[in-house]
């Protein structure tokens, strides 16, 4: 596709489930960027990678937090034993000089 | 550590009015600094970006902004909005251009009133 793909794009956790969102970056691009965005606030950072690496983890809240970037293209983010807290809207961006944004999955823990 | 304020979270104005966004920033190194749009029911956009060079910077849907060092601030002007300029917009700052996370203010809802 043309654009950062996000998937899904709505999920609804009960407390304590795991659950993975997915992101498809931008062909070619090498960086690739996680955002949590609480309603009402602006993005924050939670992860970085360049490539399969993982450059930079510093933002991720909590141990239930983990990201993944295996073949340097498409990457999970996963949390485990969801919390209310962790209700937001999940921003993957892909980069290559500039940030280009994904729509979004909007993750709803009961 | 680098920080964004947007003071204002919401803004109305009427159609073909000007309106003026702020943004002020902190950091303790040189900064690039980015406005992103975001329309109802879509994801971010990058609306315009400075780098370096001239301190004023253009979108081409007529909005610009311009960077003060002297007083960390990069607002958000256009002299005469239109219903479709209604939106969410965020202000951002990073120490370096593509591979280093943003840092964003919490936003400024813009509603134009017809």
């Known amino acids: 596709g043309a654009g950062v793909s996000q998937s899904p794009r709505y999920k609804v956790a009960k407390r304590g489930q795991d659950v993975a969102l997915r992101c498809d970056p931008i062909?070619?691009?090498?960086?690739l960027f996680w955002y949590q965005q609480a309603l009402g606030q602006g993005p924050e950072f939670l992860t970085y990678f360049q490539n399969e690496a993982q450059l930079d983890k510093s933002g991720l809240p909590s141990d239930r937090f983990f990201a993944e970037r295996p073949e340097g293209s498409v990457s999970t983010l996963k949390i485990q034993r969801t919390q209310q807290e962790d209700s937001a809207v999940y921003l993957c961006?892909?980069?290559?000089?500039?940030?280009?944004f994904g729509p979004g999955t909007r993750l709803t823990v009961l | 550590a680098q920080s964004v304020t947007q003071l204002d979270s919401q803004v109305p104005v009427f159609e073909e009015a000007p309106v003026e966004l702020r943004c002020n920033y902190s950091?303790?190194?040189?900064?690039?600094l980015f406005w992103y749009v975001q329309y109802p029911n879509q994801g971010l956009q990058l609306l315009l970006k400075y780098l370096s060079g001239s301190t004023l910077v253009e979108s081409i849907n007529g909005f610009e902004a311009e960077f003060n060092k002297s007083q960390t601030s990069f607002h958000l002007r256009k002299p005469s909005v239109h219903i479709s300029d209604t939106a969410e917009y965020f202000c951002?700052?990073?120490?370096?251009?593509?591979?280093?996370?943003?840092?964003f203010g919490t936003g400024t809802r813009l509603t134009i009133i017809p």
């Open positions: 951002a700052v990073s120490e370096d251009f593509g591979n280093e996370k943003l840092t």
């Open positions: 950091s303790s190194v040189s900064v690039y």
């Open positions: 062909s070619g691009h090498v960086s």
């Open positions: 961006a892909s980069s290559f000089t500039e940030q280009f």
